[in-house]
C-alpha cells in the first residue's frame, strides 16, 4: 500500500493511530496547535510539511493536503487526504536556503566595501553592512543617497570629471584613490573598483562598486614621508659635514 511505501508501516498498524503518533516529537506541539485550527475551522487544507518517522527510524517529510468529511446531518467527522513524499525535495530546498545564507554573509561581513549605483541617478541601491559599519550608518540611511554626497568635495569632483566619463566610456574603474566622509565627518582614504552591469541593449544600468578603505595605509605612507622629511631637513641643514659612503669609500650622498 502507499502508506507502507512512505513509512514502511502496514495499514493495519497505521489504523487507529493519530498523526501525532507519527510524526516526530519535535514537531508535536506545533502540529497539534495548527490541527485544532484546522477542526474549528472545518476546512480544507494543503501543502502542510511534518516530518514522520518511518518505521525504519528515518525521518520523511511528508506534503499534505486534506478535505474535510461530513455525514448526512452535516455534521463533521474529519478530514480524508493525500500525502507525498517530499523528502528529498525538502532537502533540495534546505541545501540551497544554507547556500544562500552563506553567500549573503560573504556579501554583508565582506572585508569590503559594497554598493550598486544607478547609472541614471547616482544612487545607491544597495550596499552590505561593512559599507554601513565602516562610515557610522544605517543600511537604510546609505540606500537613495547620492555617491557623490558621500566623497569629500575634492573627490567628489574628481569623481565627476575624471572618475564617471572613463566608467561611462569603458564600464571599468581600477583603483582610484578617494576620500569619503563617515557619519562623524572623520574621513576614509578608499580605493575604489567598479564594473558595470548593462542591459539588453549594452547600456550601463548600475555600477558594481567596491570601496576598500585605504586609511591605514595612507597614514602609514604619510608618516614616512614626513620621517623622510625630517631626515633630509636634518641631513641638509646639519653644521658638521655629513657624509655617506659605501664599504669600499665611493661617496653616495653629501
Excluded at 507502507?4 to 498498524?13: I, N
Excluded at 527510524?57 to 463533521?76: R, V
Excluded at 565627476?160 to 582614504?189: C, M
Aim: charged share 30%.
Amino acid at each position: 500500500s502507499r502508506v507502507t511505501d512512505l513509512l514502511g508501516f502496514t495499514p493495519e498498524e497505521v489504523i487507529g493511530k493519530t498523526p501525532v503518533d507519527l510524526i516526530t516529537k519535535d514537531e508535536t506541539k506545533q502540529f497539534n496547535e495548527i490541527f485544532k485550527d484546522f477542526i474549528r475551522s472545518q476546512k480544507s487544507f494543503r501543502m502542510l510539511n511534518n516530518n514522520f518517522l518511518h518505521k525504519n527510524g528515518k525521518i520523511k517529510t511528508l506534503e499534505t493536503s486534506a478535505a474535510p468529511i461530513f455525514d448526512d446531518n452535516g455534521k463533521f467527522n474529519g478530514f480524508t487526504g493525500i500525502s507525498r513524499d517530499i523528502t528529498e525535495i525538502k532537502r533540495t530546498i534546505d541545501k540551497l536556503k544554507e547556500t544562500k545564507k552563506r553567500f549573503q554573509d560573504l556579501y554583508e561581513n565582506a572585508p569590503d566595501m559594497y554598493l550598486l549605483i544607478d547609472a541614471k541617478t547616482a544612487k545607491i541601491i544597495q550596499c552590505n553592512q561593512t559599507a554601513a559599519d565602516v562610515l557610522g550608518y544605517s543600511k537604510k540611511e546609505i540606500i537613495g543617497k547620492a555617491i557623490f554626497d558621500l566623497y569629500t568635495p575634492e573627490s567628489a569632483q574628481y569623481a565627476r570629471l575624471k572618475v564617471l566619463p572613463e566608467f561611462v566610456k569603458t564600464g571599468v574603474v581600477k583603483s582610484e584613490e578617494l576620500q569619503v566622509r563617515k557619519k562623524d565627518n572623520s574621513i576614509v582614504f578608499v580605493l575604489l573598483n567598479a564594473t558595470a552591469v548593462r542591459d539588453n541593449t549594452g547600456k550601463i544600468i548600475y555600477s558594481r562598486s567596491v570601496w576598500r578603505d585605504i586609511t591605514e595605509r595612507k597614514k602609514a605612507e604619510e608618516k614616512l614621508k614626513k620621517s623622510e622629511r625630517r631626515y633630509k631637513n636634518l641631513f641638509e641643514n646639519n653644521l658638521a659635514g655629513v657624509v655617506i659612503s659605501t664599504i669600499e669609500g665611493r661617496i653616495l650622498d653629501c
